[in-house]
């Protein structure tokens, strides 16, 4: 049976390659370990340990930013190989 895709460009695959075979490398753990931060420790430590020195916006609009944008930066990092 023949694949009627004709050339399909997938970048960071070698020609000939399966799709399966990309690997699993320490971006997409270090990306992991990001999402995990970004979801799961940033709102826990600012939930049950506020900021107290800090106005409301801040601790609770503008604090939350930082993990956001470093998610966003390994992201495109993590993509970027």
Same mark, same amino acid.
């Given at each position: 049976?023949?694949?009627?895709?004709?050339?399909?460009?997938? @970048?960071?695959?070698?020609?000939?390659?399966?799709? $399966?075979?990309?690997? *699993?490398?320490?971006?997409?753990?270090? #990306?992991?370990? &990001?999402?995990?931060?970004?979801?799961?420790?940033? @709102?826990?430590?600012?939930?049950?340990?506020?900021? $107290?020195?800090?106005? *409301?916006?801040?601790?609770?609009?503008? #604090?939350?930013? &930082?993990?956001?944008?470093?998610?966003?930066?390994?992201?495109?990092?993590?993509?970027?190989?």
């Amino acid at each position: 049976m023949s694949d009627d895709r004709g050339y399909v460009y997938e @970048p960071g695959v070698e020609p000939g390659a399966n799709a $399966d075979e990309r690997e *699993f490398d320490r971006r997409g753990w270090t #990306l992991v370990g &990001v999402i995990v931060f970004t979801f799961l420790v940033a @709102p826990a430590i600012i939930l049950f340990h506020p900021p $107290d020195m800090l106005p *409301f916006f801040v601790a609770y609009l503008v #604090l939350p930013l &930082v993990p956001a944008v470093l998610l966003g930066i390994v992201a495109v990092w993590s993509a970027a190989s």
